[in-house]
């Protein structure tokens, strides 16, 4: 697993979302990005973190971000979940563990006793260059987006 670290360049990814299409970092040059990983759609704390970023996404963007969210769920799944809590922004279906494993955030966990392979909940800000400004690895769900506009 990589250590990535602020100042390091962000791996390239290139993924498809929720349509199908496919979405990479190299779209974004030029713009800063919010990458989020989270373990799957429709579980309690990944609906309240993602909620709590649709409900402050016109602060996102007012600050100059693009916002994508990254877990191995389908595309279908996808779309039933931006359906269900009107998510307006893009999630990539990362079915085979590569983008999480290029940032270093697939690994083994362990709830319950239990240990499995899965993503690990954090979000790399991305600078026009690339290059990682920031990473959030103790996310709080419920106030995710204050943690992003707040990190310095």
């Given at each position: 697993m990589t250590q990535l670290k602020k100042g390091d360049k962000?791996?390239?990814?290139a993924g498809v979302n929720q349509a199908n299409k496919k979405i990479s970092l190299a779209q974004f040059?030029?713009?800063?990005?919010?990458?989020?990983?989270?373990?799957?759609?429709?579980?309690?704390?990944?609906?309240?973190?993602?909620?709590?970023?649709?409900?402050?996404y016109s602060a996102l963007l007012k600050a100059g971000y693009?916002?994508?969210?990254?877990?191995?769920?389908?595309?279908?799944?996808h779309v039933k979940?931006?359906?269900?809590?009107?998510?307006?922004?893009?999630?990539i279906a990362d079915e085979d563990h590569s983008i999480?494993?290029?940032y270093g955030v697939?690994?083994?966990k362990k709830m319950f006793g239990k240990e499995y392979d899965g993503i690990?909940?954090?979000?790399?800000?991305?600078?026009?260059?690339?290059k990682i400004e920031s990473i959030i690895d103790k996310?709080?769900?419920k106030s995710h987006s204050d943690q992003i506009l707040n990190k310095n």
């Open positions: 962000a791996p390239s990814y040059k030029g713009k800063k990005v919010i990458l989020y990983f989270y373990p799957a759609d429709m579980t309690p704390t990944c609906t309240i973190q993602a909620c709590n970023l649709r409900d402050n693009s916002l994508i969210g990254v877990s191995p769920d389908s595309p279908e799944k979940f931006i359906e269900r809590h009107q998510l307006p922004f893009d999630l999480a494993t290029a697939w690994g083994k690990k909940r954090t979000t790399f800000i991305i600078d026009e260059k690339g996310v709080t769900s």
